[in-house]
């Protein structure tokens, strides 16, 4: 598989794909409180893609060696990593969630993002792995232009996570996106400043950092998706699509109700030049 590189009417409909993600998070985000199932938040996504006129795009998903993804997002609570299979417990108080949406357009586009909730008051610890993950992944979003590579991106997340005591998962990464779910590059989330695939106009791909406050060491559950950390430490993800554009990037997965953008960004007045 080789790297996909959108023109002005692939860019277009990526946009629109990722806004309706987007989106979907948007119109979640209110419900998303104590004593909501996330059973009850994938009811609620589908009927809201369903009103946009997309589709889930991991319902039946199915890599090979994987048994079909039974749900319409993924839900990951705590020291769940990724992958987390919506079920009919209540969050709790205290609790951390990821929710992982991607969607399909009619016209056979996807986007895909992933936002942590807090649920209700946390603790410090658990607040400050979900405000550090965010800020690492924007960090590695800023390292995205015309000529960087991807070493930069990964350095710049795993540079900022380790230095704050956290850890990276090693294997899960992001990817590129287009008319496929996962297409070439993989977007690792640690590396080598100056190493790995050269940025150029026109890629699309994921930045979805997966850090744990303990070990970086991961296992599979039993339903052959759901990862979690070995040692049952608190783990959280954030993930946008980014375009490359000729003078920085533009964060495709932006919305009007996606979580403010940190003070040190830099790189947005790039997309809009």
């Not at 409909?13 to 998303?32: N, Q």
């Not at 749900?71 to 969630?97: E, M, Q, R, W, Y």
Request: proline share 7%; aromatic share 6%; net charge negative.
């Amino acid at each position: 598989m080789s790297i996909t590189i959108k023109d002005a009417a692939g860019i277009a409909a990526m946009r629109t794909a990722c806004r309706l993600a987007s989106e979907v998070l948007d119109f979640l985000t209110p419900h998303i409180q104590p004593g909501i199932t996330t059973l009850e938040i994938d009811r609620l996504a589908a009927a809201h893609m369903a009103a946009q006129g997309t589709r889930s795009a991991t319902i039946g998903y199915q890599p090979p060696g994987y048994p079909p993804y039974p749900a319409h997002l993924c839900t990951s609570v705590n020291h769940v990593v990724c992958h987390g299979i919506p079920a009919d417990k209540p969050l709790k108080k205290g609790d951390i969630v990821n929710v992982d949406v991607t969607v399909i357009t009619p016209e056979g586009w996807y986007g895909d993002n992933s936002r942590m909730y807090e649920i209700g008051e946390c603790s410090i610890a658990a607040r400050r792995l979900c405000q550090l993950t965010y800020q690492s992944m924007w960090l590695g979003i800023e390292q995205v232009r015309p000529g960087a590579r991807l070493g930069d991106v990964g350095h710049a997340i795993q540079k900022f996570a380790e230095g704050h005591g956290l850890s990276v998962v090693r294997e899960f990464c992001g990817h590129g996106i287009g008319q496929r779910f996962h297409e070439d590059p993989q977007v690792l989330h640690y590396g080598r400043p100056g190493t790995g695939e050269e940025l150029v106009p026109g890629m699309t791909f994921t930045i979805e950092p997966m850090v744990n406050i303990g070990r970086r060491d991961i296992k599979e559950m039993n339903d052959g998706w759901t990862i979690v950390t070995k040692d049952r430490s608190l783990s959280a993800q954030w993930e946008h699509t980014v375009l490359v554009t000729p003078t920085g990037y533009e964060v495709l997965t932006l919305s009007a109700g996606s979580p403010a953008v940190p003070d040190f960004v830099q790189g947005m007045a790039r997309a809009a030049a």
